[in-house]
C-alpha cells in the first residue's frame, strides 16, 4: 500500500519546489545521545536525584579512599624485625599498616607449628590439590573421570599419608596438634567438599524416597542440622562425639571438627541437590522406568548427571559458605588461618595499634581471593550453562 | 499395562520392589535404631563411670557469675542458672531483632541500588556485595570488634556527642530519661512498632488516599516518633535525664549500649544485608519487564509502578529466601562468643556448662532453643505460603 | 600394592583413634607409647608452646615428670592445649590422661567426677591495673569494668568479692585468657584478673609491661594442680605421688646434678626415694628406679619452680607459700615408706 505512494512523490519532486532534490548532508547526532557525554549523561545524571546521588557518592568515595591508600600503601611500614618498626615517632606520627608482621608471620599462618623439616609434604599437598582442583573445575581437561577418581579418592589417601605420616615410606607421623594455618583452612574445606557432595546426594534422594521411613530420616537430620548453628554442631562434635563412642575410639581433636563440618554441610548440600532433582521433569523419570533401568540405574545415568549439571553454580556457591565456615573450627580450639592470625595479634613483640588491623585486612584479603574465584567460576558456569536464561 | 511399582505375576516376592523397599526400611531403622541404642548406651556407661550429674538439677541452683548486659533482673548471688539462661535467650533475640530490622532497611536499598540507572550508585553496590558476602563473617564481626571499635577513644577522652551522648571504646552512653526502667523502654517501643505496623496494614491494602506511599510514610513516621512523645509527656514529662558522666574508670550512669553489642549488630547487619540485596534483585528482576512497560502505559509514575506493579509481585519471590536470611542472621548471632557478647551460646555453652559440668544437657537445649527458632518461622512461612501463593489457573 | 593398603588403613586407623580413655589408663599409656596431657597453651611459666611446638612451664614439666616415670623418657609426652571452657571435657572423654593446667580444686569439680592429686601451686586471685590510674588497693575498684576468662573460678570470685565489699562491678568476659588481656590492653576495661600467677605471667605479654601494676590483695584460694578422672584409683596414686616425690627430692635435696652421686648415699630416705632399697616404684605399677627418672630427666619440685617461674625464669615470682614446709612454705609431702 505503501510503495506506490512513495514512488509517486518521488516522480513529483521536481516539480514541486520545496521538496529537496538532493540528500541534506548527515547531521551528527547530539551530543548528549551517543558517545561520552551521553553515556555520562545517561549513567551519571539523567535525572536531579541520579545527580545527587553521583555526588554523594563521588564525595564518599574522596573521603574514604585517600585515607585507606595511605593506611595501605603510603604509611605503611615495608621493613622492620619488630613492632619498634611501627609504632609512631615524632618523624612519623600517621602509621600505616605494618606489613612486616605479616611477612614475620607467613610462615605460621600458613603451616601453623608444622615441623619446619616436614614442610615440604604440606606444600606437596597444595600441589596436588591444585592439580585435583583443576583437573575437574577445567569443563574441557581430558579425562575428567579419572580426574574425579584422583579427586575423591587418590587424593584424600594420598594427602593423609603425606599430611599425617606414612613410617612405610619414612614419612614421620605429625601429629595434628601441631597442624595449623592455612593448611588447616584447606584441609578442612577440602574434606567438607570431598564428603558432602556424596552424602548429599543420598540424602537428598532419600528426602525424595517413596519409602516413608527414609524420607522421615532424611529430612529429620537434614532439617535439624539446617536449623542450628554450625558452632554448636561443632561443639557437639568435640564435647559428646567422644562420649556416645566406645572409649577405646577416642577421636583425633581435628577429626571431631572434620565430622562436624561434613554433616553441617552434607546438610546444605543434600538442599542444593535437592533443587537440582526437582528441576528434573517428571517425563525423565517415567522414560527411564519405561525402559527397565532400576531406581539407582535411573539416578545415576539419567537423573543425576542432568541434576547435578544444572546446580553446579549452586554447588560452588554452597562450597564457599563452607569455605567460610571453616573459620568457626577456632571454637573448638583449632589453629586454623583466622586463629592463627588472632594468636599471632597477640603476639607481645608485634604489639601496636596497628597491628589487629594489619592482620584482618591481610586475612580478609586471602580469605576474598579464594571466595571471589570460586564465585567468578559460579557466574561463569551459570552463563555456560544458561540457568540464568531460562527463568 | 503394569505399573512399575506392582509386580508381575510370576515375579518371586523377594524381587518385588515393595517388599524390597520395606525390607529396607526395615533394615534402616533397625541398623540406626541399633546404633542410637548403643550410643546412648555408652554414652551413659561413660557418663555413669566419670560421676558426671545428670538432668536438669542444675537449672535452680545459684549460678554466682555476673553478666555484662542484663534485660531482666539478675544478679550473681541469687539468680539461678535458669535465670541465666532468659537473660542469654533475651540478649540474643534483642541482636536478632535489631539485626533484622536494620539489615533488612540497609538490604533493600543496596538490592534496589544494584539495578539503578546510575553506574556509581549500581558499581558501589555491586562492590559492596561481593566484597562482604566473600569474607567470612567472624573475620568481619573480629574486624569490627578488635580494629574498629577498640581504635575508638578511651572513656576519659570521649568523644561528646550532641545531647549529652558519649562514644568511647567502652560504648554507647545515652541520657536516660530517670522515669522509665529498662522494660517500660521497652514496652513503649514494642507497642509503637506493633500501632506502626497495624496502621500499614490496616491502610496498606487502600487504594486511595492513604494507600500513596507518601501519606503512608509519614504517618508511620509520626506514629513511631509521637507515640514515645506522647507517652513521655504523659508519664509527666520529667525533663530530668540520667546524663553519663566520666567517673574515676568508667562512664557512671545513663543508659549503656556494649561495644561489644555495637559490633555484633553492625558486623550482622553489614553481612546479611549484602545477602539481602541479592534476594531483592532477584525478587525484582523475577518481575517481567512487560508489567513495568503496561504500568506506564498506563500513566502510572516510576514509584507509582515500583510501589504499585513491581513490589507486590516481587514480594512473592523475595519473601521465602528472606525469611532464610532472617534464620541465618539469628543463627549467626552466636558468633557473640568470639567478640564477648553475652548471647545465649556464650552464657550458656561458655559458662555454664563449664561450672554445672555437665556439656551434653546444655548443647541439647541450646540446640532445641535455635531448632524452634526455625521451626516457629517455618510454620509461619508456610502460613504465609498458603495465603499468598499464586493462584494457578 | 596389598601391604601399601593395609598400611593406608592403618595410618587412617591411627588418625581416627588417637587415645583410650579405658579403665586402665596406665595400660592404656604405655601401649600408647605417649602420654596426653592437657595443658594451658597461652600461659607463660605454666604452659605455652614456643613457635617450633617446644613446650615449656611448671604444668609441662610436671607432665615431663609422669612420663619420666612411665617410660623413662621425659619426651613422651604430648601437649594438647585447652581452654578453660573444655578442658574438663577432654579429660572426662579420655583425650587426655592428666589435666595440668593450672586448675583449682574445688570441691565442686572433686564431686563431679574429677580427682585433684595433689597442689603443685598455692595461688590466689589478683588484679593487674595501669599505674596511670593510681590505685593502690583493689578496695578502690568501685565501678571499674574488669577483664575476666569465662568459665573459670575466677569469674566467680570476681563476683562475690565485688558483693562481699559492696562495691558495684562492670564484668566483660571473654572465652580465652589472651582476648581477655587484649581486651584490658586496648583499655576495654580498667583491670585484669586472673590467678597472681598468671598475672605475672601475662604482664610479660603487654607491650608496656612497666605501665602496668599488680595489685596487693588476693581475694581468692586457688589451690592449682593436676587432675585425673574419678574412677582409676592406680592412675590417681601415680599422679599424686609423682608430684610427692618430686617434693620429696628436693626436701631431700636430690637434684638433677646429684642425682647418681645421691644413689650411693646412705641416708635410708634417700635409698627409699630412689629405689635403692625396697620396692616402693613397683608397689604404684611403675619401676623401682621410678624416682630417679624423674629428678634425672626433669628435676625436682624446687628445681621446675625456680626454672619457669621462678628466678631463673623471666616472671621472676618468689616461693611464698610454694617454699617448702621446713622453708616457711605449705608444700609438704608424704613420705615414701
Keep these: 500500500m505503501e510503495a506506490p505512494t512513495v514512488a509517486a512523490s518521488r516522480t513529483n519532486s521536481a516539480a514541486v519546489a520545496y521538496v529537496r532534490a538532493a540528500p541534506a548532508a548527515a547531521v551528527l547526532p547530539p551530543l548528549t545521545t551517543v558517545g561520552v557525554l551521553a553515556w555520562f549523561k545517561d549513567r551519571l545524571f539523567s535525572s536531579v536525584g541520579s545527580t545527587v546521588m553521583t555526588i554523594l557518592i563521588v564525595l564518599l568515595l574522596a573521603w574514604i579512599l585517600p585515607p585507606l591508600i595511605d593506611f595501605l600503601i603510603v604509611d605503611a611500614t615495608w621493613s622492620g624485625s619488630d613492632r619498634e618498626a611501627c609504632l609512631p615517632s615524632p618523624a612519623r606520627p600517621e602509621v600505616g599498616a605494618c606489613w612486616p608482621f605479616i611477612g614475620d608471620r607467613l610462615a605460621y599462618v600458613t603451616y601453623g607449628s608444622y615441623p619446619v623439616a616436614s614442610r615440604w609434604r604440606v606444600d606437596a599437598f597444595f600441589a596436588m590439590l591444585a592439580c585435583g582442583t583443576a583437573w575437574l573445575l577445567w569443563l574441557e581437561a581430558p579425562r575428567r573421570d579419572i580426574g574425579a577418581v584422583y579427586f575423591f579418592v587418590v587424593l584424600p589417601l594420598a594427602s593423609l599419608a603425606l599430611l599425617h605420616g606414612f613410617p612405610t615410606l619414612g614419612l614421620a607421623v605429625v601429629d595434628t596438634a601441631f597442624w595449623g594455618g592455612m593448611m588447616v583452612t584447606i584441609v578442612v574445606a577440602a574434606v567438607g567438599i570431598v564428603t558432602s557432595l556424596p552424602i548429599g546426594i543420598v540424602l537428598a534422594l532419600g528426602r525424595r524416597s517413596k519409602m516413608p521411613a527414609v524420607r522421615l530420616l532424611c529430612t529429620l537430620f537434614i532439617e535439624i542440622v539446617r536449623g542450628v548453628p554450625l558452632i554448636t554442631v561443632l561443639f557437639m562434635a568435640s564435647v559428646m562425639l567422644p562420649l556416645f563412642l566406645p572409649d577405646t575410639w577416642s577421636p583425633d581433636k581435628l577429626m571431631r571438627a572434620l565430622v562436624g563440618v561434613a554433616l553441617f554441610s552434607s546438610a546444605y548440600m543434600a538442599e542444593v541437590v535437592r533443587a537440582g532433582l526437582q528441576s528434573i521433569p517428571r517425563g525423565q523419570y517415567d522414560a527411564a522406568h519405561a525402559l527397565g533401568l532400576s531406581f539407582w540405574q535411573t539416578s545415576r545415568l539419567i537423573v543425576l548427571p542432568q541434576a547435578l549439571t544444572v546446580t553446579i553454580p549452586n554447588i560452588v556457591n554452597s562450597y564457599i559458605a563452607l569455605f567460610k565456615d571453616t573459620t568457626l573450627v577456632f571454637f573448638v580450639g583449632i589453629f586454623d588461618f583466622l586463629k592463627t592470625i588472632e594468636a599471632a595479634r597477640a603476639d607481645p613483640k608485634w604489639s601496636t595499634s596497628v597491628t589487629s588491623a594489619t592482620g584482618y585486612i591481610f586475612a580478609a584479603l586471602v580469605y576474598f581471593v579464594f571466595c571471589y574465584a570460586m564465585s567468578r567460576y559460579a557466574s561463569r558456569m551459570e552463563k555456560r550453562l544458561g540457568v540464568g536464561e531460562n527463568r | 499395562m503394569a505399573r512399575p511399582w506392582e509386580s508381575a505375576p510370576g515375579v518371586p516376592f523377594y524381587r518385588d520392589p515393595k517388599y524390597r523397599g520395606i525390607a529396607l526400611q526395615i533394615g534402616l531403622c533397625a541398623a540406626l535404631g541399633y546404633l542410637a541404642y548403643s550410643a546412648i548406651q555408652t554414652a551413659a556407661e561413660n557418663l555413669a563411670r566419670s560421676h558426671v550429674a545428670s538432668g536438669f538439677g542444675f537449672w535452680n541452683v545459684v549460678a554466682g557469675f555476673d553478666i555484662s548486659q542484663t534485660l531482666i533482673d539478675y544478679s550473681p548471688q541469687s539468680s539461678t542458672y535458669g535465670r541465666a539462661f532468659w537473660v542469654g535467650l533475651l540478649n540474643t533475640l534483642v541482636v536478632a531483632a535489631l539485626g533484622i530490622v536494620l539489615a533488612t532497611i540497609l538490604g533493600f536499598t543496596i538490592g534496589v541500588a544494584r539495578l539503578s540507572k546510575n553506574f556509581l550508585v549500581e558499581r558501589l553496590a555491586t562492590g559492596y556485595v561481593e566484597l562482604i558476602r566473600n569474607v567470612p563473617l567472624l573475620l568481619q564481626l573480629l574486624f569490627w570488634y578488635n580494629a574498629v571499635l577498640n581504635a575508638l577513644p578511651g572513656f576519659a577522652a570521649s568523644f561528646v556527642l550532641p545531647g549529652g551522648i558519649l562514644l568511647n571504646n567502652r560504648g554507647l552512653f545515652m541520657p536516660r530519661p530517670l522515669f522509665a526502667d529498662g522494660t517500660q523502654i521497652l514496652a513503649t517501643f514494642a507497642v509503637t512498632v506493633l500501632l506502626a505496623a497495624l496502621f500499614n496494614k490496616v491502610v496498606g491494602r487502600s487504594a486511595g488516599f492513604w494507600g500513596a506511599i507518601g501519606v503512608r510514610s509519614v504517618f508511620t513516621l509520626s506514629i513511631l516518633v509521637g507515640l514515645p512523645i506522647v507517652v513521655f509527656v504523659v508519664v509527666g514529662a520529667p525533663f530530668a535525664f540520667d546524663y553519663p558522666e566520666i567517673g574515676r574508670f568508667n562512664v557512671k550512669g545513663g543508659f549503656e549500649i556494649l561495644p561489644e553489642f555495637v559490633a555484633l549488630v553492625l558486623g550482622l547487619v553489614i553481612y546479611t544485608a549484602a545477602f539481602i540485596a541479592e534476594v531483592v534483585r532477584a525478587g525484582l528482576r523475577s518481575v517481567p519487564r512487560g508489567q513495568t512497560d503496561a504500568a506506564q502505559a498506563l500513566g502510572l509514575t516510576r514509584p507509582q509502578t515500583l510501589q504499585l506493579i513491581v513490589i507486590p509481585q516481587a514480594m512473592r519471590v523475595i519473601i521465602p529466601p528472606l525469611t532464610n536470611q532472617y534464620l541465618n542472621l539469628t543463627k549467626n548471632s552466636s558468633l557473640a562468643v568470639a567478640i564477648g557478647y553475652p548471647d545465649l551460646v556464650q552464657i550458656f555453652t561458655g559458662t555454664v556448662a563449664n561450672q554445672t559440668n555437665q556439656p551434653v544437657e546444655i548443647v541439647v537445649l541450646t540446640m532445641l532453643v535455635y531448632l524452634s527458632f526455625s521451626l516457629v518461622t517455618s510454620l509461619v512461612m508456610n502460613f504465609y505460603n498458603a495465603r499468598h501463593a499464586l493462584v494457578e489457573r | ?337
Design chain 3, 1 to 337: 600394592m596389598k601391604r601399601i593398603a593395609q598400611a593406608l588403613f592403618a595410618a587412617a586407623v591411627a588418625f581416627v583413634v588417637s587415645g583410650a580413655a579405658d579403665a586402665a589408663t596406665l595400660d592404656t599409656v604405655k601401649q600408647r607409647g605417649i602420654l596426653n596431657c592437657g595443658a594451658n597453651g597461652q600461659l607463660p611459666g605454666f604452659g605455652l608452646p614456643d613457635s617450633q611446638g617446644n613446650w615449656t612451664g611448671l604444668d609441662v614439666d610436671f607432665c615431663r615428670a609422669v612420663a619420666a616415670a612411665i617410660f623413662n623418657d621425659a619426651t613422651k609426652v604430648k601437649f594438647i592445649p585447652l581452654t578453660a571452657a573444655n578442658r574438663f571435657a577432654a579429660l572426662q572423654t579420655g583425650d587426655v590422661d592428666v589435666l595440668a593446667r593450672n586448675t583449682t580444686w574445688t570441691l565442686s569439680r572433686d564431686a563431679q567426677g574429677l580427682n585433684p592429686t595433689g597442689i603443685n601451686y598455692y595461688d590466689g586471685q589478683g588484679f593487674i591495673i595501669r599505674k596511670a590510674l593510681k590505685v593502690n588497693s583493689a578496695l578502690e575498684l568501685n565501678d571499674a569494668a574488669i577483664c575476666v576468662q569465662q568459665g573459670t573460678t575466677t569469674e566467680l570470685n570476681l563476683a562475690d568479692y565485688f558483693r562481699t565489699n559492696r562495691m558495684r562491678l562492670k564484668t566483660v568476659t571473654f572465652a580465652t585468657l589472651d582476648e581477655a588481656l587484649k581486651a584490658y590492653e586496648t583499655s576495654r576495661c580498667d583491670a585484669f584478673t586472673t590467678d597472681a600467677s598468671g598475672l605475672y605471667s601475662t604482664r610479660l605479654k603487654l607491650a608496656k609491661a612497666d605501665d602496668h601494676v599488680v595489685l596487693p590483695e588476693i581475694i581468692s584460694k586457688e589451690p592449682l594442680g593436676p587432675f585425673v578422672r574419678q574412677g582409676d584409683d592406680q592412675w590417681f596414686d601415680i599422679v599424686k605421688w609423682v608430684h610427692f616425690a618430686m617434693l620429696n627430692a628436693e626436701e631431700l635435696n636430690v637434684n638433677k646434678a646429684n642425682v647418681d652421686e645421691q644413689l650411693k648415699s646412705e641416708n635410708p630416705e634417700i635409698r627409699r626415694l630412689l629405689g635403692a632399697e625396697n620396692n616402693f616404684g613397683e608397689q604404684l605399677g611403675l619401676t623401682k628406679d621410678w624416682v630417679y627418672r624423674i629428678v634425672k630427666l626433669v628435676g625436682n619440685y624446687g628445681e621446675a619452680f625456680d626454672r619457669n617461674v621462678g628466678q631463673g625464669s623471666p616472671l621472676k615470682i618468689t616461693r611464698g607459700l610454694n617454699a617448702l614446709w621446713t622453708k616457711g612454705g605449705i608444700q609438704y609431702a608424704p613420705p615414701v615408706r
